[in-house]
């Protein structure tokens, strides 16, 4: 069975720093893509970045670019995100999905919560 | 940048049918993806490649695409069809992943 777990999510003030993780279990996690998606309270999903199955090719949506910075070890079956220069806005749940074959977004985590408060 | 627009919601009764549209320039071109979202819980791919079902995904669900528009089609609606759809598409020129603004089903 497929499962993403995410953690590392929280309450972080303005200008800091978070690190989320996500990790994979039953598929072979090093041959595929992966990506974050977050959905603000009350808002749709805003997909955030894409990372390749061996880390060479990195997409980053305009609204975060040189903000946030996605990595993977797949010797540890895990994906990540670090986040930097947080703001309100970026207060939302986080999720990790795996990218299908023809680039459907076919397995979600169930989220973890980032908070930007002061 | 690409942009998928649909409907902020629609209503519909228990067994009758439900049309969500996800309308994109030139969508017809592009494989549209659609997410039930149930509250508090993560998305699920419920239509893939404009018009397949995942596996235990039930034959209710539906799917096109044509055009500037894609459609998801719910059949004999249930109330347990109540969420919130959203469709995705890849779009290749800025090679950023795109979602639709969100459709909530409500089942009266």
């Known amino acids: 069975e497929v499962q993403l777990v995410e953690s590392g999510g929280g309450l972080v003030q303005p200008g800091g720093s978070l690190r989320l993780s996500c990790a994979a279990s039953g598929f072979t996690f090093s041959t595929y893509s992966m990506n974050w998606v977050r959905q603000a309270p009350g808002k749709g999903l805003e997909w955030l970045s894409y990372i390749s199955s061996t880390s060479n090719t990195k997409y980053y949506a305009d609204s975060v670019k040189g903000r946030l910075t996605i990595s993977r070890d797949n010797a540890k079956n895990s994906l990540y995100l670090q986040m930097i220069s947080l703001r309100a806005e970026d207060t939302a749940v986080y999720y990790c999905?795996?990218?299908?074959?023809?680039?459907?977004?076919?397995?979600w985590g169930q989220g973890t919560l980032v908070t930007v408060s002061s | 940048s690409y942009v998928l627009t649909q409907p902020p919601s629609v209503s519909v009764a228990p067994g009758q049918t439900a049309r969500i549209t996800c309308g994109g320039n030139?969508?017809?071109?592009?494989?549209v993806h659609w997410y039930q979202q149930k509250p508090g819980q993560a998305p699920v791919l419920v239509v893939y490649d404009d018009s397949d079902r995942p596996s235990g995904i039930p034959e209710r669900f539906s799917g096109s695409n044509s055009g500037n528009t894609a459609t998801l089609t719910i059949s004999r609606v249930e109330a347990g069809d109540e969420a919130d759809y959203y469709c995705?598409?890849?779009?290749?020129?800025?090679?950023?992943?795109?979602f639709g603004t969100g459709t909530k089903v409500t089942v009266l």
């Open positions: 995705q598409v890849w779009d290749s020129s800025s090679d950023h992943y795109v």
């Open positions: 030139n969508i017809g071109s592009k494989s």
């Open positions: 999905a795996r990218i299908g074959t023809t680039r459907q977004f076919d397995y």
